[in-house]
């Protein structure tokens, strides 16, 4: 390594008094790239990113679900408390809404669309891998299809792309498939589906099919790729589990309890109008108001509306995941933060541990592609991912043997084991189990 970067490769005499690492017979990657991440929310007081970096994540990519910070505070806070991992962004749909206009529950006006456009196109200048939507989100879900489109053909025009939390990732998931297709089609835009699974139990088993379908698109030019994390729970705002958004209705809450969430395995991991809630699950929380589990999340609805409030539901299985993992335009992701869902702390590890060393479900080095140098195809970020000459010097060592993800629900905090060391550009940030305090992270620009 000479400064940031990988200066050569082979078998190399040491400088006078340079630093070695002996590997013992580990494994070296390249640092692991994620495409779909939340770790910078309280970075700022997190600055060592120790979710991301003890799994092996030296790069996230952030600004999903069409949620997203400008970029020039982004380099103001970086400028403020450096910290010890990569970081790029989208630019979020939703995000764009909400600065144009008062009430995001409607479809947008053409002038609207206009000023999003201006905004999204400075920031692409300014470095935006493209534009993020978060279309099951209320901020987007009354947006149009031809909005959308609008707005993706300027991220294709400055060669960005498109990634997407789908219209539906449940009772409309077909539609919502086609959808992203047809944005690729009229934008003439790579497009990425975000953390892709099936959350309608009813449709539990068909993940080949959806395949298929993807694959012909690919076959009609669309480039179209998806990036999966290892779990058969999710992490979102408990609304979600409305697809028509009609709160208040009994029969949607009965239908939810019934295909889209286990509501004896669901967990509140953040409920601010009863802290004494968290921890629990929605069952629990029925039985504690002598309700059943669809009037217990009717209530969760409607007491946190406006505080909010963030649910761990189990509602996909583990046939499906495996085939969304093994499908060669798949990368691992994440879609953590720094707590919640253990997925913050061990997506990448349980991948390499549960799934690659234990199920066999692919080769070490096939999971590793999807980790790194597809990864960073995927959204479009150059000189890394790679262990390469001139590449920046993002690495990680590992054992084989022993490395897996130790977060759960209960302790969605605990460290991965396996992880040796991690560098992020030439500089050591994690060893020995812990943080070491620099700080070499940089922006990536697309």
């Not at 047809?182 to 892709?196: L, T």
């Not at 069952?283 to 009037?295: F, H, T």
């Not at 970020?381 to 590992?398: C, E, H, M, S, W």
């Not at 030439?426 to 020995?432: I, L, P, S």
Request: hydrophobic fraction near 35%; charged fraction near 20%.
């Amino acid at each position: 390594i000479l400064n940031n970067r990988i200066g050569d490769i082979g078998k190399l005499t040491a400088f006078p008094n340079e630093s070695i690492t002996d590997g013992q017979g580990k494994v070296l990657a390249p640092g692991f790239i994620d495409t779909h991440s939340h770790h910078d929310r309280q970075l700022s007081q997190n600055p060592s990113a120790t979710a991301a970096i003890n799994q092996g994540i030296t790069t996230i990519v952030v600004g999903q679900d069409g949620g997203s910070v400008p970029i020039d505070i982004i380099l103001s806070r970086l400028d403020k408390v450096p910290t010890a991992i990569n970081l790029a962004t989208y630019t979020g749909h939703g995000w764009l809404r909400q600065q144009f206009m008062k009430d995001v529950r409607r479809k947008a006006t053409m002038p609207e669309i206009d000023s999003m456009k201006v905004l999204l196109s400075h920031e692409m200048d300014k470095g935006s891998l493209g534009l993020s939507t978060g279309l099951e989100y209320e901020a987007a879900f009354y947006s149009t299809p031809e909005e959308v489109v609008d707005l993706a053909k300027v991220a294709a025009e400055k060669e960005g792309r498109y990634i997407s939390h789908i219209r539906s990732e449940d009772i409309h998931l077909d539609e919502a498939i086609e959808e992203i297709i047809e944005i690729g089609r009229q934008a003439k835009i790579p497009v990425q589906i975000s953390h892709f699974k099936i959350a309608l139990r009813s449709k539990w088993g068909t993940a080949q099919k959806i395949i298929n379908r993807l694959e012909e698109a690919r076959l009609s030019g669309i480039n179209i790729t998806a990036d999966v994390y290892p779990y058969t729970m999710w992490s979102s705002t408990p609304r979600v589990l409305f697809p028509k958004k009609d709160f208040e209705n009994g029969a949607s809450a009965a239908f939810a309890t019934r295909e889209l969430f286990d509501p004896i395995s669901s967990v509140m991991v953040n409920y601010p109008p009863n802290r004494q809630w968290e921890g629990k699950t929605v069952s629990e929380i029925g039985k504690i108001n002598n309700e059943s589990p669809a009037l217990a999340l009717m209530r969760i609805i409607r007491e946190s509306e406006s505080s909010g409030a963030a649910i761990v539901a189990n509602s996909m299985s583990e046939r499906d995941i495996s085939s969304f993992l093994k499908w060669p335009h798949s990368n691992v992701c994440s879609d953590g933060s720094i707590d919640g869902h253990p997925r913050g702390h061990g997506a990448f590890t349980r991948t390499l541990g549960r799934y690659v060393r234990e199920q066999n479900l692919m080769p070490l080095e096939t999971a590793i592609q999807k980790m790194t140098s597809l990864a960073a195809e995927h959204v479009g970020i150059k000189n890394r991912g790679q262990i390469t000459p001139g590449y920046y010097a993002d690495l990680v060592l590992f054992d084989p043997d022993i490395i897996v993800d130790n977060a759960t629900i209960t302790d969605s905090k605990a460290h991965s084991s396996g992880i040796e060391t991690v560098w992020v550009n030439g500089k050591v940030v994690y060893q020995n189990q812990k943080a070491v305090p620099n700080y070499p992270g940089m922006f990536i620009k697309r």
